[in-house]
């Protein structure tokens, strides 16, 4: 995955959180559960909800994105330019294609982070928070991505998950997630058509990546990392991993195989509306 190197990044839409800390972990319900999703759930990693968000100064190693990270050059030398450059893309894309869009900024944190659904710690993974309607991510998930999980990594391994979390936050404007209810565990339930719709609406913004302006080239093989990760972070191949069987009625997020098909079908059609996953009994 290459960026334009003489393309503009705005580093306003990601707020760097990292080295700040966070005031500690909430526990409880509360609005925004359902969305607080995350590959280490089936894992037994509690996913808190409740309190406040806190207000943390950009800070990573006393440098602010907004001076290291202006231009597409900038994402092709810097793992966080890189994903300010995919956030610009992705939200790019569906500004265009989504009335009233509204920017949702990425926060990146270390350790642990306050945010409009309770707090959280790095351990439960990238998330999107309806509450306040933004993405967080520890950026040293990607390490466990490979590590843990047994993706091959890769830059548009990295970006494929930016894609599928702001595909929550399309779902949140577009109150798809309200279909969802109390429908949250099981290999058709809501949730994991949730989960779906978000990895092919991933796919859609792979397909048109480059007409946003900011990347440059795709390739095959980003695209075989896109697929690969997607599989890596599949229910049945978490759950064979952490306890060497597979329960279908407790997934929340799809097989490995559905969300490559799912990634995979918003990739070759280039079209959100072929990513009804609420309206097909074929997961």
């Known amino acids: 995955m290459k960026f334009r190197p003489g393309a503009r990044l705005d580093a306003g839409q990601v707020q760097d959180r990292r080295g700040a800390g966070g005031r500690g972990v909430a526990v409880g319900g509360g609005v925004g559960t359902l969305l607080v999703v995350v590959v280490l759930a089936l894992l037994g990693v509690d996913v808190p909800v409740g309190g406040g968000g806190a207000d943390v100064s950009l800070q990573s190693g006393g440098e602010n994105l907004s001076q290291s990270c202006r231009t597409g050059a900038d994402a ?41 659904c309770g707090g959280a710690t790095s351990a439960v993974g990238p998330f999107y928070c309806p509450a306040d309607q933004q ?15 047994g993706a091959k990594g ?48 991933a796919g859609v913004w792979a397909a048109n990546a480059v007409e946003t302006g900011f990347i440059e080239e795709l390739t095959q093989q980003d695209i ?4 690969d990760a997607a599989a890596a972070v599949g229910d049945d191949r978490i759950q064979e991993r952490a306890t060497g069987r597979v329960d279908r009625e ?11 098909k799912w990634f995979d079908t918003g990739y070759r059609t280039g079209d959100p509306r072929r990513c009804d996953t609420f309206a097909t009994n074929a997961l």
């Not at 939200?91 to 926060?107: C, F, I, K, L, M």
């Not at 075989?224 to 697929?227: F, K, R, V």
Request: glycine share 10%; aromatic share 12%.
């Open 154 to 201: 890769g830059p548009f391994a990295e970006a494929y998950v930016i894609a599928h979390e702001y595909g929550h936050h399309v779902q949140h404007l577009l109150r798809t997630d309200e279909r969802v209810g109390n429908d949250r565990e099981g290999e058709t339930s809501g949730s994991v058509r949730l989960e779906l719709q978000a990895d092919c609406y």
């Open 250 to 260: 407790s997934w929340t997020h799809g097989s490995a195989a559905s969300r490559q």
């Open 224 to 227: 075989a990392d896109g697929l």
């Open 76 to 116: 092709n030398q810097r793992d966080d330019c890189r994903i300010v450059g995919v956030v610009n893309s992705v939200q790019s894309y569906w500004s265009g294609h989504v009335d009233g869009y509204r920017e949702a900024p990425t926060n990146f944190f270390s350790g642990s982070v306050q945010t409009g």
């Open 135 to 149: 993405i967080y991510i520890d950026l040293r998930f990607y390490d466990d991505l490979r590590s843990r999980f």
